[in-house]
């Protein structure tokens, strides 16, 4: 086969950092070749290179055989290269066919109507299922992301780069895009999956380079090569996809949450009758399809959403009208589902952001006045320990991080306040296995030191990795909490249908 992408020697520097250090990338024609390598290993930057957003201090790059100089994207877009960006570039408030056709448009007259005849033909060509005429802010995250690759495809695209693509997606939209990959190449584009989850690389991707630390390890067949020996690869060393823990002894409540109900976005009832109790020394862990009521759960308890009836108790303490700065200084720590949205206020240096919750109180500040050399030395330790990597270091906006130190930089933050209940949504989203092995060791340690967890998580592994129980969600009602040691995944999925499982014969009571 001919290689339709070369990227030999590249090198780029930013302050402070070396993110490609002579970097050697050959992607043949028809292939899915995935770049895998740890957050921050310069994945997405030497992807921006090939797409015209930075330019190489050094290194050649061929396009179908011929050197090429890409100083921007349209220079990219004229070569065939296309791009769907870990964070999508979408206008919310316009539909479909005008994200599409927008920079494109053309003449004076905007043609709308053929614009959107081409785009649901490319839709049915590559089984994308979707509306030209919908509007951004109406379909789901997985549908988005499909617009940004149609938006691919009416440029004409031959290669395809992926930047983290599984990153905001459920299970079931995962899967669905793994068959939109295999038609694309089917029809003959070539693809740049960048990613560092393992089993998605397993499923569709033929060749995989690995890089780490902005250097080059090794290209490996990907139909030849285990996981543990790519994993290994990609960190420097051997790596547990098993969290070691002992047995939980847990205590007093801490959480306890009575007859709860709560309005979705649609002012219909997205929690119904929820109760539950989360104790100190335990690790409770939700598991459902999304879009079963944990994101009104999770909203309700940390006072992102008001609770319609019910209440919810942290340490005793009645919180159902607290606000959200009485509810943290009572002992809640939250990692939210949307790092973007609810973690981190993106202009802000990560710095500012690591004393967010915290930066009023002893020792950040006195006589309402901040002290300038605690809160760096507090926001350097977070990320010294939990390896939050960033050219600028601690002044570096929080914008600027890569989405897996971003996640990084959140779980440090709310697991160094050392809080009496974390509610830990999707902790690990969009980190790789070394920051996952990490991050779930330092959850079973919060556990260990008598704290509560309330683990929220799509990903039954990671339920079943961390959990002591497990509260099964369907439809906005709690079905069923049973001991992780006394189920297994069969059962709980069957109960995220809705179905109530008991004993071995597994009867419904629904």
């Known amino acids: ?42 994945k997405s930057t030497l992807m921006s290179i090939l797409f015209g957003l930075y330019r190489a201090d050094r290194g050649t790059i061929k396009v179908r055989g011929k050197e090429v100089h890409i100083a921007n994207p349209n220079n990219a877009s004229a070569l065939g290269i296309g791009m769907v960006h870990q964070h999508f570039q979408l206008v919310q408030n316009f539909t479909v066919t005008e994200n599409i056709i927008l920079g494109r448009e053309g003449g004076f007259i905007l043609d709308r109507r053929t614009a959107a ?94 890089i780490r630390r902005g250097k080059f390890v090794d290209l490996v067949d990907v139909a030849t090569t285990s996981q543990a020996k790519m994993a290994a690869m990609m960190v420097g060393r051997q790596v547990n996809f098993k969290v070691k823990k002992k047995p939980a002894e847990p205590k007093e409540p801490v959480l306890f949450i009575k007859d709860l109900n709560v309005l979705n976005n649609k002012k219909v009832l997205g929690v119904k009758d929820f109760s539950l109790e989360v104790r100190s020394g335990e690790i409770v862990g939700i598991a459902g399809v999304d879009g079963n009521g944990q994101t009104e759960l999770v909203e309700a308890i940390t006072g992102l959403r ?83 990597r960033s050219g600028e270091g601690i002044e570096s906006a929080a914008g600027k991080l890569s989405g897996g130190n971003q996640q990084k930089a959140i779980v440090g933050r709310e697991m160094m306040l050392e809080p009496n209940l974390l509610i830990a949504v999707q902790p690990t989203r969009g980190l790789d296995v070394g920051a996952i092995e990490y991050i779930h060791k330092r959850l079973v340690e919060h556990r260990d030191k008598g704290h509560a967890v309330l683990l929220v998580s799509f990903e039954l592994d990671e339920i079943f990795n961390l959990s002591d129980r497990i509260a099964v969600m369907n439809s906005g009602r709690l079905i069923d909490t049973v001991f992780t040691n006394e189920t297994n995944e069969q059962d709980v999925g069957l109960m995220m249908t809705g179905v109530k499982v008991r004993g071995a014969d597994h009867e419904s009571t629904i």
């Open 1 to 42: 086969m001919s290689h339709v992408i070369e990227m030999l020697n590249i090198r780029k520097e930013f302050p402070g950092i070396v993110a490609n250090d002579d970097i050697t990338l050959q992607v043949e024609q028809g292939e899915i070749h995935a770049i895998l390598g740890e957050n921050g290993a310069g």
């Open 117 to 210: 005849k081409r785009i649901k033909a490319l839709s049915e060509q590559y089984g994308l299922s979707i509306d030209p005429y919908s509007i951004i802010s109406d379909i789901t995250v997985g549908m988005q992301q499909r617009v940004e690759i149609l938006k691919m495809l009416y440029r004409d695209a031959e290669i395809l780069i992926f930047d983290e693509p599984t990153a905001v997606l459920t299970p079931q939209e995962i899967d669905e895009l793994m068959q939109i990959m295999r038609n694309l190449v089917k029809e003959g584009k070539s693809i740049i999956l960048i990613t560092h989850k393992l089993d998605e690389i397993k499923a569709v991707a033929d060749r995989c380079t690995i």
């Open 306 to 388: 008001s609770i319609a009836s019910g209440s919810v108790q942290i340490n005793g303490t009645d919180i159902t009208e607290k606000d959200i700065k009485e509810r943290n200084e009572i002992g809640l720590g939250h990692i939210p589902e949307d790092r973007q949205k609810r973690g981190l206020v993106m202009q802000f240096p990560i710095r500012d952001n690591m004393v967010i919750k915290e930066y009023y109180r002893k020792p950040f500040s006195k006589n309402g006045l901040l002290k300038e050399e605690v809160i760096r030395k507090h926001a350097q330790d977070i990320c010294d320990a939990f390896d939050v």
